[in-house]
């Protein structure tokens, strides 16, 4: 058979969004990779630029619909860097809750993705299920379950509701309860480690040249974590491990996400121990100050990062947004060479794909 | 149950209608050319009309037997599946969602049919009826017991009857190149060359497995394989051949984890992505009748087919037997993911065939000593 260039995409069970994947076949070799994007492009940056601070808020719930806390906090954050404020000690650890309940649905959607583009749509539906506890538990919190806003300037919307602790700890010890079947479904799959294993290879330094980052660069045995490296909100005052994997292939991410998700429980109950009373959140002013403020955060998918620069109005001049998979989709061309058509599923669906944040 | 004798008794009341409607009724009006409906109505109950309508009619009762069976095996599927999955599957149509099938029908049914411009309108037209017939032929060779099947007016079964049968099961992975060639697309095309690929790896195995249920017999006809499980079934003896044989059915009947052609993750539903309406109904169909067969294929050779206890027909044995080894089957699927071309090629040639291989050398040994 002839060389053909085979389009994955814009519609394509493969993409989990909007996007085009050119891959170049020989036979049912690839030899050549070409991402393409923008299919999703909502002009998000100048939407931010005619918005007011508070405005915006909502909005970068949309950034990425599978954890949208993350991009509200980093949001609200950066914010909080230009206008110089501090917020209380309790709406630190409530959003670091947060974010760590948001990464665990994240991880898990990525789970179900990743078995349902595998062929496994057992492992899909039980991904889905244990989802649910955990958007279950964000809805309790904001009172929406895709889109939260529950971060704000100056702290979080409201303080726990009635009994939270007690839920959160039961569905931590579900979870935990539950990481273990799903562990079994794939850890004890032989076709699983076929599909997975020395599959879609990203050496180290070609990862930290292509400037990968989050779970994609840690498979790839570098212990990079934003939240260890740069400690935002309270992430210093808890005791987690960094996952890292030093095989470099679908499988290494995929034991890199599972280790995320049991540290993201530990991390839970560190945050429902230590917890202090108090407000949750304070007055804040309708204007910025001039200049300009960075908040990095550790998304699910990697490193997100937000520059704002303010002009002394209530609206900002310029709001940038650093998506880490804008960058990381970048790999794919590296990643791919040399494996099958059928791989293109295992590897693209191991990097955890959400157009949302990509095209903005 | 007598197929021969339901089939006859049934063609004898219609040929006797017959000749009433032409001699008895048209005979009554004025007949210029004379005697010519009496003529016709004695041409109708003549011998050999009788045994070709005969024959018609035991084809249209193997055929709806095994949609009959079909619907079911779909039904088993959704329903053990969504409980491997944690979830109740259909649930609103008919008692258990029994007829979720009969709606999912009437809805491709009502679809418009398109055929791609660019497509090869014969290949694109004569692939369904390739692989629907082929499949629906293979059931003509699978006896249900020692009298529901297929025979001739002497009350002989096929002789080559399991020859037969895999002979046939072969024809659909040709009719599904020739659908993802036709189909003038780049799926389909990977699709349809992934079915030829895989079947390359299965078919061998398959039929060395085949070989030594042969060898313990000494008969390639259904009824002779049957009748000597009597004392033991020959997945007993020969467990690594039933096994070996499950895994190369799958492959046949193109399940996950062998569903390479129709990937649907990378593929789009491979070689059936251009199909629309009832021709896409007929494939997803004739999947699950191909699993059926295979399934009481496996029975025949294996699980001894409708030998049980007495106090239930043989028929109901080995339908039994048959939906046990489909859900196997199921739990498979539910269990594991998709297989990689290059991987089930590797999994035919270097597992599948040496244990083939040494699943004869058992059976040869017993044969040697004179176990069967």
Known sequence: MAEMWINMGPQHPMTHGLWNLRIK???EVITDAMPEIGYLHRGMEKIFENKTYVQIGPLTDRLCYGSSFTWNHLYCMTVEKLMGL???????????MAIELQRIASHLMWLAAYAADLGLLTGFVWAMRDREIFLDLLQA???SRLTYNYARIGGVAADLPPDFERDCLRAVDYFERKLKEHENLYNGSKIFKMRTVGIGILKREEAINLGVTGPTLRGSNAKID???????????????EVACHTDCDCWAR????????????KIIRQTLQKMPKGPVRVKTPMLAPSGDAIGVVEDPRGEGMMYLIGDGTDRPYRLKVRSPLFVTLSAAKSMLLGYKVADVVAIMGSIDVCMGETDR | MDLWGISYAISDILMHIVYWIFSGLLGLLPDPLGGFFDGIGLWFVSPGVIAFITMLLEALIVIIVALLNVIILIWVERKVLARIMDSRGPFYVGPLGF?????????????????????DKFGYQIAPIIFVGSSLLILAAIPLSADFAVKDATGATIPGGILFAFAVFAIAPFSILVAGWSENNKYTLIGGMRSAAQMMSYEIPMLLTVASVFLLVGSFSFGDVVNAQQNIWFGIPLFLGLILFIACMIAEVERIPFDLPEAEAELVEGWTTEYCGMRFGFFMFTEYLRGYAGCGIATALFLGGWIGPDFLPGEIWFLIKAYIVFVVFVFIRGA??????????????????PLAVLNLLIAATFKILGWF
């Open chain 1, 25 to 27: 076949v020989d036979g």
């Open chain 1, 86 to 96: 501090e917020i209380p000690e309790r709406a630190k650890w409530i959003r670091v």
């Open chain 1, 141 to 143: 919190l904001s009172g």
């Open chain 1, 226 to 240: 934003i939240r260890k490296d740069q400690p935002y909100e309270v992430y210093d005052e808890i005791d987690f």
């Open chain 1, 254 to 265: 995929y034991i890199v996400r599972m280790t995320e998700m049991k540290e993201s429980c």
């Open chain 2, 99 to 119: 007829f979720q099938n009969i709606a999912d029908g009437a809805k491709l049914f009502v679809k418009q049919i398109i055929i791609p411009k660019k497509a």
């Open chain 2, 336 to 353: 594991l993911p998709r297989i990689r071309t290059d991987q089930i090629l590797d999994l035919g040639w270097k597992r599948l065939l």
